[in-house]
C-alpha cells in the first residue's frame, strides 16, 4: 500500500464510528466506550503529517494501532464468557470490528514500509 495515509484515515473513522455506537448503544453509558474514540481522533489528526512522510508519527501510528488491534481482539475473545447474550453480542461486535480493522491497517503498514525498503535498496 502506497498511500497509508488512507489506510489510517479509515483506521480512525472505523474506531470513532464503533466507539460512538458502543457508547450510545449501551443504556449506562461506560465512558470507557469513548477510548476507541478518542484514538480515532488522535489518528485522524496524524493523518496530516503521515501524508508527507514523516516518520516519527508513521511509527507512533503503526505501534498504537497495533497495541490497540491486540487489546480489542481479547477484549473480543473475552466477551464470550459474558451471561447476557445482548451484552456479549454488542461487545464481540465493537471489539471485533474494532480489532480486524487495526490488525489489517498494521498489517498495510508494514507491507508498505516493507515495499519502500524495497525500491530504496533497488534505487542504489
Same mark, same amino acid.
Given at each position: ?8 484515515? %479509515? ?12 457508547? %450510545? ?23 496530516? /503529517? ?25 477484549? /473480543? ?48
Amino acid at each position: 500500500m502506497k498511500q497509508p495515509h488512507l489506510v489510517n484515515l %479509515f483506521t480512525a473513522f472505523v474506531l470513532i464510528a464503533a466507539g460512538i455506537f458502543s457508547y %450510545f448503544s449501551n443504556p449506562l453509558r461506560p465512558p470507557t466506550a469513548l477510548i476507541g474514540v478518542g484514538l480515532g481522533a488522535i489518528l485522524l489528526v496524524m493523518t496530516g /503529517a503521515l501524508k508527507k512522510n514523516n516518520k516519527i508519527v508513521a511509527h507512533v501510528v503503526v505501534v498504537l494501532t497495533l497495541i490497540f488491534g491486540i487489546m480489542t481482539a481479547s477484549m /473480543a475473545l473475552q466477551s464470550r464468557n459474558e451471561q447476557d447474550l445482548e451484552k456479549r453480542n454488542r461487545r464481540m461486535l465493537v471489539f471485533g470490528v474494532m480489532s480486524v480493522t487495526c490488525l489489517v491497517a498494521t498489517g498495510f503498514y508494514v507491507a508498505g514500509s516493507i515495499d519502500k525498503r524495497k525500491q530504496r535498496l533497488a534505487g542504489k
